[in-house]
């Protein structure tokens, strides 16, 4: 078992900025990706970035792609989603989860962690 918990959410005034941290704990799969996901208010749960086990290859929706960047430090267990220029679209309950390969697809995540909420207003 991977256990993940998110932190760093809130509420922030559009414009501002939030880093959101991912710690994994438990049996870390070697070479696992890791990937964070949103959902917004009475919508599907949505992409928003994800990142290789080396950092090497990272993806970002192009929702928040030049505002939002994905990074790791596997010294720590820990990945990042930094987030800046925040609008009052990007208010959604946000998770990190684990991948074999990663990708933009929800379903292929093994581990989820329960969510932090990201509210920002206008």
């Known amino acids: 078992q991977v256990q993940l918990v998110e932190s760093g959410g809130g509420l922030v005034q559009a414009g501002g900025s939030l880093r959101l941290s991912c710690a994994l704990s438990?049996?870390?799969?070697?070479?696992?990706?890791v990937g964070w996901f949103r959902q917004p208010p009475g919508k599907e749960r949505e992409f928003v970035a994800a990142?290789?086990?080396?950092?090497?290859?990272?993806r970002h929706a192009d929702a928040v792609k030049g505002r939002f960047t994905i990074s790791r430090d596997n010294a720590k267990n820990t990945v990042y989603l930094q987030m800046n220029s925040l609008k009052p679209e990007d208010t959604a309950v946000y998770y990190c989860?684990?991948?074999?390969?990663?990708?933009?697809?929800?379903?292929?995540?093994?581990?989820w962690g329960q969510g932090t909420q990201v509210t920002v207003s206008s």
């Open positions: 990142i290789s086990w080396s950092s090497a290859i990272t």
């Open positions: 438990g049996r870390i799969i070697s070479s696992y990706a």
């Open positions: 989860a684990v991948a074999r390969f990663g990708g933009v697809i929800a379903s292929r995540y093994d581990y």
